[in-house]
């Protein structure tokens, strides 16, 4: 049996999330199809972040276990052409190191929240950015979003269904910047709860439009409570960038 570790990018738009469900294809799904069509195989893909529906990646990382072994260029250009015609790529291809495990391996993850900050509606990003049409300030979203940089309990960034033995995260970066029409939020840690990026993106809407203070994110975050926080930024704009190992 040979564990191949794979880089992969996707569009979540089509898909229901990463993992595998009974509503609808997954990302997951896709790809074990492209591996049993390549290696008449069964194999089970396990990735690094359950990435939700309309969430997307750019770099995704996964491994699956072959009993054949085969060149990783070979399997790589096999599997893209058998995941066809859904949105989805390997990147790089190359037999796992050791005990490597694409989930349980990782030391951390980034995340990038795309918000695009203008009236006219979106044409090429649609689906793939959150548009706002109210004027943001994007240094007090960043000035508050330092507020949440560190270890906390993260219950009123955590969705109802999370399934997390503890809200307690430790945030170890929260910017937010500005290019042009497009504000992006870089998120960082060894792992988040279920929705906190879009959460925490979502509330700091707030601030940035002038109705929260840095002072009204911190009394969100220190009441524990989800239903104080503010709404949750829809899954567009959200991409896994990376995965540290």
Not at 66 to 83: C, G, S, T, W, Y
Not at 97 to 108: E, I, K, L, Y
Not at 232 to 242: E, F, H, I, Q, S
Request: hydrophobic share 40%; proline share 4%.
């Amino acid at each position: 049996m040979t564990r191949y570790r794979l880089t992969l990018e996707y569009d979540g738009g089509p898909f229901v999330g990463w993992q595998r469900q009974d509503n609808g294809l997954s990302v997951q799904l896709a790809l074990e199809d492209a591996v049993r069509a390549t290696v008449q195989e069964d194999c089970l893909v396990y990735g690094a972040g359950r990435t939700d529906a309309g969430v997307h990646a750019l770099a995704q990382v996964a491994h699956v276990d072959i009993a054949k072994e085969i060149d990783p260029q070979r399997l790589m250009a096999a599997i893209n052409f058998h995941v066809r015609p859904h949105p989805v790529s390997v990147t790089e291809c190359s037999i796992a190191v050791g005990d490597f495990h694409a989930r349980f391996s990782a030391v951390g993850r980034a995340y990038l929240y795309r918000i695009v900050n203008r009236r006219a509606p979106l044409a090429i990003d649609r689906g793939h950015a959150w548009l706002v049409s109210v004027p943001l300030d994007a240094d007090a979203m960043h000035e508050a979003a330092q507020r949440l940089v560190g270890h906390h309990d993260f219950t009123t960034f955590r969705a109802a269904p999370c399934q997390a033995k503890s809200p307690v995260k430790s945030l170890d970066r929260l910017d937010v910047m500005r290019q042009g029409e497009e504000i992006q939020v870089i998120a960082e840690a060894r792992s988040f709860l279920h929705h906190q990026v879009r959460n925490m993106v979502g509330t700091l809407r707030l601030v940035g439009e002038g109705k929260w203070s840095a002072d009204d994110v911190t009394r969100a975050l220190d009441a524990r409570d989800r239903a104080v926080g503010g709404p949750t930024a829809p899954p567009d704009g959200l991409y896994l960038t990376r995965v540290v190992y």
